[in-house]
Every structure is written in C-alpha cells, then in structure tokens.
C-alpha cells in the first residue's frame, strides 16, 4: 500500500503563492497517475488537478491557470504550485494514486492532508 505524505500548506494572503509537496513511498511511483484534491469545511472532497506517469496534466476549472501539477519521481513526489490564491481555496489538501475525474476519488489510502488557509 502507498504511503502518502503531504507538506506545504499555511496561510497565505489573497493572491500570494503556495507550493505543496506529496512524497509516495513505493517502486511505482513512477508508472502511476497522481492527483492533487482539496476538501472545504462542508464540502465534499474534489480533484483540482491530476498528472499522468508521463506528465500529461489536466485541472479543474476553478484552479486552471492558476494551478501546475508536476512531478519528480527520482524523489517520489508530486507539487502543487499554487498561484493567485483566493478565499475559495481554503481547505484541506491531498494527494492520492489513480485519480479519477469521474469521482473525485483516488487509488489508495488518503494521508492527513496540509491545510491551506488564504485570508487576509
């Protein structure tokens, strides 16, 4: 089973800058799609962004152009930087495998996830 861990978060300004870390432990990495979702206080759980193993990316639209999905797997570890941030993106942030638009879900278990906070 992946090992998930998430890392970055803070609180931020409106339209300040975050960049989110996910380190995956496992031989796969490298092969699997990956997926950054965020979940609101009251929300369900939603994915923002996803990359394929050989870096095809793909956004929602309340993140495009703001967001960019990459990946490193010589370090098991996919980012999510985060530019022009706004109120709405507060939330919890995580990574998972296998992300599926469809369903918001992914292919593993889910890591605690970094919140993300932007306020003035």
């Known amino acids: 089973q992946v090992q998930l861990v998430e890392s970055g978060g803070g609180l931020v300004q409106p339209g300040g800058s975050l960049r989110l870390s996910c380190v995956a432990s496992?031989?796969?990495?490298?092969?699997?799609?990956m997926g950054w979702y965020r979940q609101a206080p009251g929300k369900q759980r939603e994915l923002v962004a996803s990359?394929?193993?050989?870096?095809?990316?793909n956004y929602a639209g309340s993140v495009k152009g703001r967001f960019t999905i990459s990946r490193d797997n010589a370090k098991n570890t996919v980012y999510l930087q985060m530019n022009s941030l706004k109120a709405e993106d507060t939330a919890v942030y995580y990574c998972?495998?296998?992300?599926?638009?469809?369903?918001?879900?992914?292919?593993?278990?889910w890591g605690q996830g970094t919140q993300v906070t932007v306020s003035s």
């Open positions: 998972n495998t296998r992300p599926s638009w469809a369903t918001s879900t992914g292919g593993g278990s």
């Open positions: 496992g031989s796969i990495f490298s092969i699997t799609a």
């Open positions: 990359i394929t193993s050989g870096g095809s990316t």
